[in-house]
T-cell receptor, first 113, second 110 residues
Framework: DAEITQSPRHKITETGRQVTLACHQT?????MFWYRQDLGHGLRLIHY???????NKGEVSDGYSVSRSNTEDLPLTLESAASSQTSVYFC????????????FGEGSRLTVL | DAKTTQPPSMDCAEGRAANLPCNHS???????VYWYRQIHSQGPQYIIH?????ETNEMASLIITEDRKSSTLILPHATLRDTAVYYC???????????WGAGTKLIIKP
């Protein structure tokens, strides 16, 4: 079955370190998204991509970067992790630009000490 | 900022219909209403969406008022597994992005 997977599921790191969260989908979807979710809140969009070599900033993109070298993967990099980036990160994909039906991964819980 | 307003929490008895309200008074004519739910800390799950007409699928029904300023998600026969946070979302037409609020925590009681 097609799916979307995130790794690692849990990570603890130190302030200032570079961290990369992986996201891999096997649906061949063009659109991929990264969100963060803080306790008691909804999701906030970090970055998104509508296809290979396309990346766009979301509402909370500072301190994060993404690259899209193929259809299946959209890794999220924290260049220099900060304690404010402690959060749960969700990756999602969707087949077309016009649809709001997103398929989410199970999340990656990141703790920055 | 979120474009929707939902009650922070609701209870419903198992087997009864759960009706979750949502206000979106500033919605534009071409903006869709989406509903997702999040069980525990899992990834959100798409439920249903609509523009003007009422919609129904195997999971739920979506009732949108004629003026489109509010909507109601209906789970016809709630089970304990429906306990989750339910998000009502307006999709921004200009960039197709979903703006998430804090949602409604629905607790189904036996």
């Amino acid at each position: 079955d097609a799916e979307i997977t995130q790794s690692p599921r849990h990570k603890i790191t130190e302030t200032g370190r570079q961290v990369t969260l992986a996201c891999h989908q096997t649906w061949n979807h063009n659109n991929m998204f990264w969100y963060r979710q803080d306790l008691g809140h909804g999701l906030r969009l970090i970055h998104y991509s509508y296809g290979v070599q396309d990346t766009n900033k979301g509402e909370v993109s500072d301190g994060y970067s993404v690259s899209r070298s193929n259809t299946e993967d959209l890794p999220l990099t924290l260049e220099s992790a900060a304690s404010s980036q402690t959060s749960v990160y969700f990756c999602a994909s969707s087949p077309g630009v016009g649809t709001g039906e997103l398929f989410f991964g199970e999340g990656s819980r990141l703790t920055v000490l | 900022d979120a474009k929707t307003t939902q009650p922070p929490s609701m209870d419903c008895a198992e087997g009864r219909a759960a009706n979750l309200p949502c206000n979106h008074s500033t919605i534009s004519g071409n903006e869709y209403v989406y509903w997702y739910r999040q069980i525990h800390s899992q990834g959100p799950q798409y439920i249903i969406h609509g523009l003007k007409n009422n919609e129904t699928n195997e999971m739920a029904s979506l009732i949108i008022t004629e003026d489109r300023k509010s909507s109601t998600l209906i789970l016809p026969h709630a089970t304990l597994r429906d306990t989750a946070v339910y998000y009502c979302i307006v999709r921004v037409h200009s960039n197709y992005q979903l703006i998430w609020g804090a949602g409604t925590k629905l607790i189904i009681k036996p």
